[in-house]
């Protein structure tokens, strides 16, 4: 925090938040005191800080091969304060990500995504994005503009998003491999070539002359 009331948040080296900052609080006040008396203040604090909690269930349990940044477009990075009203530009966050695997296998069921902010940034488009690739080679790209999910968010609440991830069909096997069959046999007599030979049953003949 500055001197003059600005607050930020931490920034990565691509410019993004990271995911789980400290909580932040502010309060302020304004009592007239006579002079040579003293006096007991209460300060009220009240959080800037909210946090956000994402589950995302995959339609089947996979192995995980890679799987990019979860971000967040649209969010706050700076705010005045006391009153933590957004400022300067919206930045991209970075979710906290936990793996939620079977018991005794590497297979994930889900994932489970954490966030702590100072808040969605005014009239900014709020997009979920994210990309993985599953051990067989399966790819899914998951975008998800979730900026009216977002608008129940309040300074210092948790806001609890439910969704799921479609995984994409295995491709089918390709039928065995046939071998292509040889072209027509040839057969050669002297300099004459005979092609599309085929032995047949011609029936007696008689020789007699």
């Known amino acids: 925090m500055t001197a003059d009331g600005l607050a930020t948040l931490e920034l990565d080296e691509a410019g993004r938040l990271l995911s789980m900052p400290e909580r932040l609080w502010t309060a302020d006040t304004l009592y007239c005191v006579t002079a ?14 909210q ?3 994402i589950s995302l269930s995959l339609s089947e349990a996979a192995e995980i091969k890679e799987l990019s940044d979860i971000t967040l477009t649209g969010m706050t990075g700076a705010a005045l304060l ?3 009203t957004p400022t300067g530009e919206p930045v991209t966050a970075v979710f ?9 296998a590497e297979e994930i069921q889900g994932l489970e995504l954490y966030l702590r902010s100072m808040g969605t940034f005014p009239k900014s488009k709020n997009i ?18 979730v900026t009216d999910k977002l608008a129940e ?3 210092g609440s948790t806001l609890q998003l439910e969704g799921t991830i479609e995984i994409p069909a295995p491709t089918p096997t390709p039928p065995p491999y ?12 002297g300099e004459i070539t005979i092609t599309g030979w085929e032995q047949v049953d011609g029936g007696d003949v008689d020789a007699a002359m």
Request: glycine share 4%.
């Open 82 to 84: 006391p009153e933590g």
């Open 96 to 104: 906290q990500v936990k793996e939620l695997t079977r018991s005794r």
């Open 36 to 49: 040579g008396d003293t006096t007991d203040v209460t300060l009220r604090m009240h959080e800037l800080t």
């Open 51 to 53: 946090q956000l909690r």
């Open 178 to 189: 046939w071998p292509v069959p040889d072209p027509d046999p040839e057969l050669t007599v």
């Open 128 to 145: 979920l994005a994210f990309s993985l690739e599953l051990t067989d080679g399966r790819k899914v790209t998951f975008s998800l503009d």
């Open 153 to 155: 968010l309040a300074a």
